[in-house]
């Protein structure tokens, strides 16, 4: 397994825009597909967007996600990003870093390690 840590959360206005971010241990990063997940309080935890293995290859979002952010990835730095724009406050939720060993996908089933999570709280 890898293990995560997600930094870059807080508290943004509407409108405004953020760029998480995940690092990861480990010599085998290159090797997984990474994901975000969001889960907002009360809400079951959801896909947002993966990143397959290779920088430049497959990416996978929700659709309600893909205007809006964009994953990338840093391999020589085993970091792996999400950046968020046009923010609004139905996307406050604490983000999580996820791993997987398949390729791209948004299902939470096949993401075998996960991050603590950042916090991410839009205001009105």
């Known amino acids: 397994q890898v293990q995560l840590v997600e930094s870059g959360g807080g508290l943004v206005q509407a409108g405004g825009s953020l760029r998480l971010s995940c690092a990861a241990s480990?010599?085998?990063?290159?090797?997984?597909?990474m994901g975000w997940f969001r889960q907002a309080p009360g809400k079951e935890r959801e896909f947002v967007a993966a990143?397959?293995?290779?920088?430049?290859?497959?990416?996978c979002y929700a659709d309600s996600m893909k205007a809006r952010f964009t994953i990338s990835r840093d391999n020589g730095k085993n970091t792996v990003y999400l950046q968020m724009s046009s923010l609004n406050p139905e996307d406050t939720a604490v983000y999580y870093c996820?791993?997987?060993?398949?390729?791209?996908?948004?299902?939470?089933?096949?993401?075998?390690?996960w991050g603590q999570g950042t916090q991410v709280t839009v205001s009105s």
């Open positions: 996820a791993a997987s060993s398949r390729p791209c996908s948004g299902s939470i089933s096949v993401f075998e390690s």
């Open positions: 480990g010599r085998t990063f290159s090797t997984y597909t």
């Open positions: 990143a397959s293995r290779n920088i430049g290859g497959t990416t």
